[in-house]
């Protein structure tokens, strides 16, 4: 039997994510590849997940929580309580943005030789990088789980739901800008370094290290709603809802509207980003083989 012309497919046409989803087998390949070429030859191997934030956690507390003052003490009264917990769950999710987004945005030119040799979905290799960082996200925030129950932990299904929102959004982002900033790399290898500031700033953009009331008394009220606009914002401030603020004697809090107003925002401005990412690379990927 013929296959009918409607259902004949150009080769090398690209399809999007929707190809993803259709050769998640490749995908899967890919994550194992990139985990094994990651911790080829080394001694800790996927333990460094475990202490490459541990060391930052214990650096970041120390010079802010000790030195600075935001550790609530006896002495200290305007402190966050139980800043340890507070200062991990930022930590964790923004980690996993800085390194997917990273990797992203460097694995079509870091896989050059294999683009050039064969056709496969190159959206596959942004998407890898966004899983293989997830991979290395869950042991953090199991470490983070156990402290949380270490100090009287009891969070609701709404805090539960909004931790898996928080972490939804900030996948969605990495994976748009991924792709986005990993079709630019390829024409303008300028795009790393614009991703490597573009983390930086990430970081201390977001109330990681410091309560957002800080913030709304320094910007007020108007500037307060622009930088609520910023999804890892808004992300951050779900996971300190989901395992910091059920740590606390109800003294915390966190910023208004951040479940009925903040998190669809958030998700929105996320999904549109996926989109434009999406878009720019069916655009540009044609000629990848060629600059590569």
Same mark, same amino acid.
């Given at each position: 039997?013929?296959?009918?012309?409607?259902?004949?497919?150009?080769?090398?046409?690209?399809?999007?994510?929707?190809?993803?989803?259709?050769?998640?087998?490749?995908?899967?390949?890919?994550?194992?590849?990139?985990?094994?070429?990651?911790?080829?030859?080394?001694?800790?191997?996927?333990?460094?997940?475990?202490?490459?934030?541990?060391?930052?956690?214990?650096?970041?507390?120390?010079?802010?929580?000790?030195?600075?003052?935001?550790?609530?003490?006896?002495?200290?009264?305007?402190?966050?309580?139980?800043?340890?917990?507070?200062?991990?769950?930022?930590?964790?999710?923004?980690?996993?943005?800085?390194?997917?987004?990273?990797?992203?945005?460097?694995?079509?030119?870091?896989?050059?030789?294999?683009?050039?040799?064969?056709? /496969?979905?190159?959206?596959?290799? &942004? +998407? $890898?990088? @966004?899983?293989?960082?997830?991979?290395?996200?869950?042991? %953090? =925030?199991?470490?983070?789980?156990?402290?949380?129950?270490?100090?009287?932990?009891?969070?609701?299904?709404?805090?539960?739901?909004?931790?898996?929102?928080?972490?939804?959004?900030?996948?969605?982002?990495?994976?748009?800008?991924?792709?986005?900033?990993?079709?630019?790399?390829?024409?303008?290898?300028?795009?790393?370094?614009?991703?490597?500031?573009?983390?930086?700033?990430?970081?201390?953009?977001?109330?990681?290290?410091?309560?957002?009331?800080?913030?709304?008394?320094?910007?007020?009220?108007?500037?307060?709603?622009?930088?609520?606009?910023?999804?890892?914002?808004?992300?951050?401030?779900?996971?300190?809802?989901?395992?910091?603020?059920?740590?606390?004697?109800?003294?915390?809090?966190?910023?208004?509207? /951040?479940?009925?107003?903040?998190? &669809? +925002? $958030?998700? @929105?401005?996320?999904?549109?980003?996926?989109?434009?990412? %999406? =878009?720019?690379?069916?655009?540009?990927?044609?000629?990848?083989?060629?600059?590569?």
């Amino acid at each position: 039997m013929t296959q009918s012309n409607s259902e004949l497919v150009r080769p090398g046409v690209s399809g999007g994510l929707a190809d993803v989803v259709r050769a998640r087998f490749l995908l899967k390949l890919l994550v194992r590849k990139e985990l094994k070429v990651r911790y080829r030859g080394s001694v800790l191997g996927l333990l460094w997940s475990y202490v490459k934030p541990g060391v930052q956690f214990i650096v970041f507390y120390i010079a802010l929580g000790v030195f600075l003052g935001l550790e609530q003490s006896p002495t200290n009264k305007s402190g966050l309580p139980n800043y340890a917990i507070y200062l991990f769950s930022g930590i964790v999710l923004i980690n996993f943005f800085t390194e997917a987004l990273g990797n992203a945005s460097r694995s079509i030119v870091g896989n050059g030789g294999l683009i050039k040799k064969i056709y /496969l979905p190159r959206q596959l290799f &942004p +998407v $890898a990088s @966004v899983w293989v960082s997830a991979v290395h996200f869950f042991p %953090q =925030l199991v470490i983070l789980l156990a402290a949380c129950l270490f100090s009287g932990w009891h969070p609701s299904l709404l805090q539960l739901f909004a931790a898996v929102l928080g972490f939804v959004i900030v996948a969605l982002l990495a994976t748009g800008l991924g792709l986005l900033f990993g079709a630019a790399n390829v024409y303008f290898r300028d795009s790393e370094n614009f991703v490597d500031m573009l983390l930086m700033v990430a970081t201390w953009a977001s109330p990681v290290m410091y309560s957002w009331t800080m913030v709304q008394a320094k910007l007020g009220e108007a500037w307060f709603i622009v930088y609520q606009m910023n999804p890892i914002t808004v992300a951050v401030e779900t996971f300190h809802y989901a395992f910091w603020l059920p740590t606390t004697d109800g003294s915390a809090s966190i910023p208004p509207n /951040l479940i009925s107003l903040w998190v &669809p +925002v $958030a998700l @929105v401005i996320s999904a549109l980003i996926l989109l434009w990412g %999406q =878009l720019t690379f069916r655009r540009l990927e044609g000629r990848f083989a060629q600059e590569l």
